[in-house]
C-alpha cells in the first residue's frame, strides 16, 4: 500500500546554511562542526581580529583532528583543513551575514541587553523564515527573543552547544512557548547532521547541565577563596573521587572566568527575585570577579587559577 497523504505542513525545510555570530570559543566551534558535515557556514564579529581569532581556533582544532585521521599524510592532512574551510565564509558585516541562513545561531557575550538589541537588528534584516536560535548558557530565551517579532518568535529556539564543540557530543535544544514544533524538528534533524546527541529543554535558568554544573563551578571557587583546599588538591580530589575528565577549578578556567561571572551576574539579575534560583547558590565570588578583572579570563587568555602560557 502507499500512502497519497501530503507532508505535514509543520515540517520544515532542512538547515542548509547557516550564520554564526560570535567567532569566540562557541561560535568558531558551532561554525567548524557545522562546516565539517556539510553545511554552508558564515561566522561573524564585530572587528576582524575577532574574526581571525575564531579562525585560528578553527585551524587549531582540524589540525589536530587532521593529524589523527592521516598521521603519516601531510597532504591529506592538509586536504582536509581546505574541504572544512570551503564550507566556511567569514565577514564583520552584519547585514551581508543575515542575507539568507536558513539559521541564525548566536554565541555572542553572554548579556541579555546586547543579545536582545543583536536579535533586534538582526529581526528586521534577516528573510522572514529564518530561524534565530541562541547559544546562551544561562540566559531565558523567551527573554532574549522579546525584541523579535511575533513571527520570529515561532521561529526562536535555544540551541547550547558545549566546549568543546568539536569533542562534546550534546547540544541542549531548548524550546519557548511560542516555538513552533517545526522549528524545534529542524534543529533536531540539524543535530544529527552534525553527529550530536540532542536532549530537548524547557526554558529553564541554565537548562539542564549548567543549572547543575554553574552553583557546582561557584562554590568550588568560594572553597579556593576559603582556604579550604588547594584550586590543585580540588581539581585532583574530584577528578580521581568523582571521575570527571576535568576538576571545577581547570573547568572554569576552560568555559572562561569572564563568562562564568556573566552567567551569575544573569541570574542574580534575572532569576533570583523570582525564585528560580537560589540567592546563596549564585552569591558574589570576590576570588572570580577579581581574577576577571585583573583580565585573567581563564585559558583563552592564557591564565585564570592555573597557567596557560
Ligand atoms: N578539537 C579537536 N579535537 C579535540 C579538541 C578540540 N578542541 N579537544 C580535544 N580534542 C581531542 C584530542 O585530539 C583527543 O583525541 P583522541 O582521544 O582521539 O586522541 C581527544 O579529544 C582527547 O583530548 P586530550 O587527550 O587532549 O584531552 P582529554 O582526554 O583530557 O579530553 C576534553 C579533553 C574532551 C576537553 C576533556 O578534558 C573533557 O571532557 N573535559 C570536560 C569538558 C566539559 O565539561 N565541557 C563542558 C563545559 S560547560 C559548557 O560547555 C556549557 C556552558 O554553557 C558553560
Ligand atoms: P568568547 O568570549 O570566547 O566569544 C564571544 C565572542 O562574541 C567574541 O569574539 C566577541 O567579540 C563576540 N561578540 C561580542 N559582542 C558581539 C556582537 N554584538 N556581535 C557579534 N559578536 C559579538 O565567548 P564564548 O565562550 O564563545 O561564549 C559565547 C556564548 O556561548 C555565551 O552566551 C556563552 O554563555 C555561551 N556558551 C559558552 C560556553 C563555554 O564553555 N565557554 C559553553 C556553551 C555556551
Known amino acids: 500500500s502507499f500512502s497519497t497523504s501530503p507532508a505535514p505542513h509543520t515540517a520544515a525545510r532542512p538547515v542548509e546554511r547557516i550564520t554564526v555570530f560570535g567567532a569566540g570559543l562557541m561560535g568558531a566551534g558551532i561554525a567548524q562542526v557545522a562546516a565539517a558535515n556539510g553545511v554552508k557556514v558564515c561566522m561573524t564579529d564585530v572587528s576582524d581580529a575577532a574574526v581571525e581569532n575564531g579562525r585560528a581556533i578553527i585551524t587549531k582544532s582540524l589540525t589536530r583532528i587532521a593529524r589523527k585521521k592521516s598521521p603519516d599524510d601531510p597532504a591529506a592532512q592538509k586536504q582536509f583543513v581546505d574541504s572544512v574551510f570551503a564550507n566556511l565564509t567569514t565577514t564583520t558585516h552584519a547585514k551581508e551575514a543575515v ?12 548579556n541579555l541587553a546586547t543579545k536582545q538589541e543583536l536579535f533586534r537588528r538582526l ?7 529564518t530561524i534565530f536560535a541562541s547559544n546562551t548558557s544561562s540566559l531565558s530565551i523567551r527573554r532574549i527573543a522579546e525584541t523579535s517579532s511575533k513571527a520570529r518568535r515561532q521561529r526562536f529556539a535555544g540551541f547550547h552547544a558545549f566546549n568543546p564543540v568539536p569533542q562534546m557530543k550534546l547540544v541542549e535544544i531548548i524550546s519557548t512557548d511560542e516555538t513552533s514544533p517545526a522549528v524545534t524538528a529542524a534543529l533536531l534533524d540539524l543535530c544529527k547532521r552534525m553527529k550530536k546527541v540532542p ?7 541554565g537548562f539542564i547541565v549548567n543549572r547543575l554544573l554553574v552553583p557546582y563551578l561557584l562554590e568550588a571557587i568560594r572553597m579556593v577563596e576559603r582556604g579550604d583546599a588547594t584550586a590543585e588538591d580540588i581539581d585532583t580530589a574530584m577528578k580521581l573521587g568523582a571521575g570527571l575528565p576535568m576538576g571545577p577549578l581547570e573547568l ?3 568555559v572562561g572566568l569572564d563568562t562564568l561571572s556573566h552567567i551569575a551576574r544573569g541570574w542574580r539579575d534575572e532569576r533570583v527575585s523570582t525564585g528560580e534560583i537560589d540567592a546563596q ?7 572570580l570577579e577579581r581574577l576577571v578583572e585583573e583580565g585573567n579570563k581563564g585559558r583563552k587568555s592564557g591564565k585564570g587559577f592555573f597557567d596557560y602560557s
Request: hydrophobic share 40%.
Open 281 to 287: 547558590q549564585v552569591a558574589q565570588v570576590q576570588m
Open 199 to 205: 536532549v530537548q529543554c524547557k526554558d529553564t535558568p
Open 123 to 129: 529581526d528586521e534584516i534577516a528573510p522572514t523564515d
Open 252 to 254: 572554569s578556567d576552560f
Open 99 to 110: 542575507s539568507n541562513p536558513d539559521l541564525v545561531v548566536e554565541a555572542i557575550v553572554e
